[in-house]
């Protein structure tokens, strides 16, 4: 069955309760019987659309996060538990860092994380591990991290502007400690984690660049920590799904497979959501969810369809059928067909026939977000489309602002803050950077260039599948989500040219919510058993807890 069928989405609410005592850990490491994912820098109009989960925040000023000489090996520990149902939970947070080197052995830069670790559980070191991280690229790990990875997460009730602080903390019923350690990485420049000895950053600030130096931390981590022969898992969110698939090509290298990759909001191949002069797929790939959200917010001409799951399969299948096929006629498209596509287009979308007919059937992302509701003064989100913000002027071309990242920006980065000092101890002199530390994004690779190009990571998954076809791959779509589309990632995986084998181990989850589809508290259990299903199945069937 192809992967495009597998999962719709369901809703779940669970509550939970936890206690926690913290003991603090200065200076180097000891050895412990329990051992401790986009904001794109380029310089054209189509670029500045990317701008994903990293542009949630206003940058913070490189100089923050600089440094000399070698680091100081800190550490911080403590121990907790929360119960999740009827299970206690014990685990010890830590937070670190390892030291990158350079080819000529010179250290280069200091990788933070933050480690959670089940502590009072047989064969420990042998539980599933997950490296887990937001994207960007400069996005600092605290979005997964407090929305839904972490034993503690910040509460965001309902689809709408949070309001001033204080933010609640609550445990988190639907983490994956029970059964798998997980470590949250911060690439450098974002974070705690920083360049040392005056290395530029563009040692680290490129798709390739990024992927090594992942590997190089993930390979010492399994050192540090003795986890060589832990299960290992991949998850990123948004352009953390492209460093998901370069990085597990780039491990592969090192004699390191990885059991699975989870593919959060995924982004493959960028020519599906950049919108280019002349290339007319981002427009089929987009389309399905400008019907999903005019859907959810009643702007349907038609009224809502009887049933979501069969309406975008109807979507789908015309987006792929009669649409593609008129649009790749181009100017040669006769009177009838596109009077009869822009009708369709109308029905689908809520667009008006006369936006659409201006638009010569091709609307972007950014044009539908201002369009759909401007004459109610009101933009889409684009993280989330679920979420709407008034405008200041109906006339705008694009939305002023992402509704979405304004409602709850404030409470993720006051949470964590937070969390990490008075719950995990953490008392460094740095600031934590939430985004914005790695300017000047490197994207060539094999003699092309984001400019003259389009990143295109689906040979580096294709390969590490290919080579490994033990691998499992795991998407996650938001299908509210406009900055990373969930048909335009389904069409990337479609097109990796795997044997029929091999595409039996891609695997596809659809939630009703945005990008962050963690953010809707309803969803929390869908997502919990999607993941420990996952997990379970992909172990080697060895215990997990």
């Known amino acids: 069955m192809p992967f495009t069928r597998d999962v719709r989405a369901r809703v779940a609410v669970l509550t939970s309760r936890a206690a926690a005592v913290p003991r603090y850990i200065r200076g180097p490491p000891e050895r412990d019987p329990h051992p401790t994912a986009l904001m794109i ?24 996060q600089e440094a000399d000489g070698p680091p100081k090996q800190e550490r911080w520990e403590s121990s907790h538990s929360i119960t999740m149902g009827a299970e206690r939970v014990a685990y010890d947070a830590v937070i670190s860092s ?52 972490g034993p503690r997460r910040v509460v965001t009730p309902g689809v709408g502007p949070q309001g001033p602080p204080p933010y609640p903390l ?28 005056d290395t530029p950053g563009s040692e680290f600030w490129g798709v390739d660049e990024d992927a090594a130096s992942l590997a ?55 020519p599906t959501i950049q919108f280019l002069p002349g290339d007319d797929l981002p427009y089929v790939t987009n389309l399905p969810s400008y019907a999903v959200t005019a859907e959810y917010l009643d702007a349907l001409p038609g009224g809502k369809p009887a049933s979501l799951p069969a309406f975008m399969s109807e979507v789908e299948a015309w987006a792929l059928g009669d649409y593609a096929s008129a649009l790749l006629q181009g100017d040669n498209l006769d009177t009838a067909t596109r009077d009869r596509v822009a009708e369709q287009m109308h029905q689908y979308t809520g667009l008006s026939r006369e ?27 684009r993280l989330d489309a679920r979420f709407t913000g008034p405008v200041g002027d109906r006339l705008q071309g694009g939305p002023s602002h992402d509704p979405q990242s304004s409602a709850i920006s404030s409470a993720y980065t006051s949470a964590f803050n937070s969390y990490i000092r008075g719950e995990l101890g953490y008392d460094g002199p740095r600031e934590y950077t939430p ?17 003259g190009g389009s990143p295109n990571v689906l040979p580096d998954l294709s390969r ?12 996650i779509n938001g299908i509210y989500d406009l900055a990373t589309p969930y048909f335009a990632a389904v069409w990337s995986l479609d097109h990796m040219g795997l044997p029929p084998e091999l595409r ?19 969803l929390l259990l869908q997502w919990k058993e999607t993941l420990d299903a996952f997990i379970r199945r992909t172990s080697g069937a060895r215990p997990v807890s």
Request: glycine fraction near 10%; aromatic fraction near 10%.
């Open 355 to 381: 936006f659409i007919d201006n638009a010569n059937l091709r609307v972007t992302a950014s044009e539908f977000e201002a369009e759909l509701l401007r004459s109610e003064g009101k933009q889409v989100g």
């Open 435 to 451: 985004s914005g530390g790695t300017r000047g994004w490197n994207w060539q690779r094999g003699g092309g260039s984001f400019g």
């Open 41 to 64: 820098s380029m310089p054209s109009a189509p670029i500045a659309r990317l701008a994903l989960c990293a542009a949630l925040v206003a940058p913070l000023p490189l100089t923050a």
């Open 216 to 270: 190089q931390f993930i390979r010492r981590f399994l050192s540090e920590h003795d986890r060589w022969n832990s299960p290992r898992y991949l998850l990123g969110e948004s352009y953390g799904t492209t460093r998901s698939a370069v990085l597990a090509s780039h491990l592969q290298r090192a004699n390191i497979d990885v059991n699975g990759i989870v593919l959060v909001s995924a982004v493959l191949y960028f």
């Open 504 to 522: 039996d181990n891609i695997h596809r989850a659809d939630f009703a919510a945005g990008h962050m589809m963690y953010v809707e508290q309803s």
């Open 170 to 197: 609550e445990d988190n019923q639907y983490t994956l400690l029970d059964i798998a350690d997980i470590v949250m990485i911060d690439p450098i420049g974002t974070g705690f984690s920083h360049t040392l000895n």
């Open 464 to 475: 590490a599948m290919l080579r490994n076809p033990e691998l499992e791959v795991l998407l």
């Open 98 to 149: 390892i030291t990158l080197e350079g080819d000529d052995g010179t250290d280069t830069g200091e990788l933070f994380y933050t480690g959670y670790f089940r502590t009072g559980v047989p064969n420990a070191g042998a539980r599933p591990i997950v490296f887990s991280y937001n994207g960007g690229p400069g996005s600092a790990s605290f979005w997964l991290h407090m929305g839904i990875m």
